[in-house]
């Protein structure tokens, strides 16, 4: 699904990533660690082609992405890739299933079909009651429930037989929640990837880490361990 070849990220003197060497396989679950300012995000971002390294390959569901126009990337990312942040990015006053809807802004389907995929991803879930609720009216666990909505909501078309993004990437998703929001919200992606989603997932919390069946530990620009190359990996701190 994703395969990065040393991989790097520079912004002027600082060194963001370093040299990394990554590759997840499709249906894969798997967890993200290190410290604040590891580059943790700037992994995830390169991964989903929000940015462009400024060194090494990237490959995404088979594309090597610096050989895509800008159009072609975007393409790839509203038809493969989901994201999920850790602040909600939900606008004031829009509506859940607006918000939900806007995945599939770039998706060329009409409106009434953007809605129809809204809800049917709302449903998933679990917030089919709170359709036209606006964020101020939500909690902070069913923000991010609709976030997630609004990443499952992108994607291909129905037709293909494939609900939600290949590849859904999450940057910190319970930093926000309270532990049992958080639980949820685990929960969820755990259901997604069941359903043979990818899903990578940074994460602060130690419990979540070792409850994902794939660990890759970030320190300093560098990937110092991972779970599924013990023969490489480093201290295993
Ligand atoms: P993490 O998500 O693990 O906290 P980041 O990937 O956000 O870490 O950042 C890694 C390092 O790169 C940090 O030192 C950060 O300050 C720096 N950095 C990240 N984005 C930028 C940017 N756009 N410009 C300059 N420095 C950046
Ligand atoms: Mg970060």
Do not use: C
């Not at 679990?126 to 909505?149: D, N």
């Amino acid at each position: 699904m994703v395969e990065l070849t040393g991989v790097s990220q520079r912004y002027g003197d600082v060194t963001a990533l370093s040299d990394a060497d990554l590759t997840i396989a499709r249906g894969e679950l798997i967890a993200i660690v290190g410290p604040s300012g590891s580059g943790k995000s700037t992994l995830l971002n390169i991964m989903g082609t929000l940015s462009r390294p400024s060194g090494g390959t990237v490959r995404v569901d088979g594309h090597d992405v610096a050989k895509l126009s800008d159009r072609e990337l975007s393409a790839l990312r509203a038809g493969t890739v989901g994201f999920v942040f850790q602040q909600f990015h939900l606008s004031p006053g829009v509506s859940a299933l607006d918000s939900a809807a806007d995945g599939l802004l770039y998706s060329g389907r009409p409106r009434a079909d953007r809605r129809r995929a809204a809800e049917v991803a709302l449903r998933r879930v679990g917030l089919g009651h709170r359709l036209f609720h606006e964020p101020h009216q939500l909690s902070g666990g069913e923000k991010q429930r609709v976030a997630i909505a609004r990443a499952v909501a992108g994607g291909p078309s129905p037709a293909s037989g494939q609900a939600g993004p290949r590849l859904l990437l999450a940057d910190e998703p319970t930093g926000a929640l309270d532990s049992r929001s958080g639980a949820a919200v685990l929960e969820l992606l755990h259901e997604l990837h069941r359903a043979g989603t990818t899903v990578a997932v940074i994460t602060h919390d130690r419990d979540i880490a070792a409850s994902l069946p794939r660990e890759v530990r970030l320190w300093d620009g560098r990937i110092e361990y991972d779970s599924a190359a013990p023969t490489t990996s480093g201290s295993g701190r």
